[in-house]
């Protein structure tokens, strides 16, 4: 599985930003698609998730602003993300969790995500 990402860069307080994930070599028919981050000198964290159906699971601090979608015929997964803080900063990257078994994580490479106050 590979997985290209893209759309970061640099943005105001308030400002809006839409990162793309297309995923290629996928195998597997049950998978959640997701982004999560790491800011500098912290751990990695989800941001969001989307699973085969379109459930859509958020962490708190994002709740309200961020909007995660899948296109399942083109395996890519979106994070609209709007009003953005300066906490947002972070790298952001893709992940595809494989449900069936074995459980399995692939990520990608990840897209700088720097919002300026």
């Known amino acids: 599985v ?3 990402a893209s759309g ?3 943005v105001q307080a308030g400002g809006s930003l839409r990162l793309s994930c297309a995923a ?7 998978y959640t698609m997701g982004w999560y981050r790491q800011a500098p000198g912290k751990q990695r ?5 989307v699973n085969n159906f379109g459930y859509t699971n958020y962490a708190d601090s994002v709740k309200g602003r961020f909007t995660i979608s899948r296109d399942n015929a083109k395996n890519t997964v ?3 993300m709007n009003t953005l803080k300066p906490e947002d900063t972070a790298v952001y990257y893709c992940n595809i969790r494989r449900l069936n078994w074995p459980i399995t994580d692939y990520w ?3 897209t ?3 919002v300026s106050s």
């Open 112 to 114: 700088l995500v720097t």
């Open 8 to 10: 970061g860069g640099l």
């Open 2 to 4: 590979q997985l290209q």
């Open 78 to 80: 979106y994070l609209q």
């Open 24 to 30: 290629s070599g996928i195998t597997f028919s049950v």
């Open 45 to 49: 964290e989800l941001a969001a998730t």
């Open 108 to 110: 990608g490479q990840g």
